[in-house]
T-cell receptor, first 113, second 115 residues
Framework: GDSVTQMEGPVTLSEEAFLTINCTYTATGYPSLFWYVQYPGEGLQLLLKATKADDKGSNKGFEATYRKETTSFHLEKGSVQVSDSAVYFCALSDQGGGFKTIFGAGTRLFVKA | EAGVAQSPRYKIIEKRQSVAFWCNPISGHATLYWYQQILGQGPKLLIQFQNNGVVDDSQLPKDRFSAERLKGVDSTLKIQPAKLEDSAVYLC?????????????FGEGSRLTVL
């Protein structure tokens, strides 16, 4: 069945450092890919998404490119801020999976001032 | 626009007791989801409704979990009897229209502790 694997955390960075959180997926069809973020004390919210190969999703300085050849959707940000401290979830949804959204285990990010 | 509302935010019960969680989705959202998030893991789908019909409940432990969405709006998830391994955050989410590859809107969750 469909699955998502993302790098384990926690990831600890200093402010203005470069961020990469790796995500790879397995799917039977051609899924849409998502990054959700959960800030402390809040619910999950969509950060960005991409619906087909080579699409780049972007929001709030974060980017991720849908790479079909490597089945990956890595999250990047050039310069992190303390306010980016949160848990980041990679997810997929596809028709072959009945449009269920399947989540990775999450990666906790701590950014130090 | 009001978001997804869930209650209670926190619940502590003893094993073998019962508990119910309530969710009110964003107005007009036809699809409603219940997810279970165990500490350190990603959310796992328990059940998906479209209006008041069940689309997918393949991962719902039906011997102890039940869910309903009688009028196609708000929903209740019940656990009876609870086990220690049911300790988790129960997340409700909704989305517009038919099940699709679109965005899910989540509530803040209901944290259950089973002692």
């Amino acid at each position: 069945g469909d699955s998502v694997t993302q790098m384990e955390g926690p990831v600890t960075l200093s402010e203005e450092a470069f961020l990469t959180i790796n995500c790879t997926y397995t799917a039977t069809g051609y899924p849409s890919l998502f990054w959700y973020v959960q800030y402390p004390g809040e619910g999950l919210q969509l950060l960005l998404k991409a619906t087909k190969a080579d699409d780049k999703g972007s929001n709030k300085g974060f980017e991720a490119t849908y790479r079909k050849e490597t089945t990956s959707f890595h999250l990047e940000k050039g310069s992190v801020q303390v306010s980016d401290s949160a848990v980041y979830f990679c997810a997929l949804s596809d028709q072959g999976g009945g449009f269920k959204t399947i989540f990775g285990a999450g990666t906790r990010l701590f950014v130090k001032a | 626009e009001a978001g997804v509302a869930q209650s209670p935010r926190y619940k502590i019960i003893e094993k073998r007791q019962s508990v119910a969680f309530w969710c009110n989705p964003i107005s007009g959202h036809a699809t409603l989801y219940w997810y279970q998030q165990i500490l350190g893991q990603g959310p796992k789908l328990l059940i998906q409704f479209q209006n008041n019909g069940v689309v997918d409940d393949s991962q719902l432990p039906k011997d102890r979990f039940s869910a309903e969405r009688l009028k196609g709006v708000d929903s209740t998830l019940k656990i009876q009897p609870a086990k220690l391994e049911d300790s988790a955050v129960y997340l409700c989410a909704s989305s517009q229209g038919l099940p699709s590859t679109g965005e899910l809107f989540f509530g803040e969750g209901s944290r259950l502790t089973v002692l």
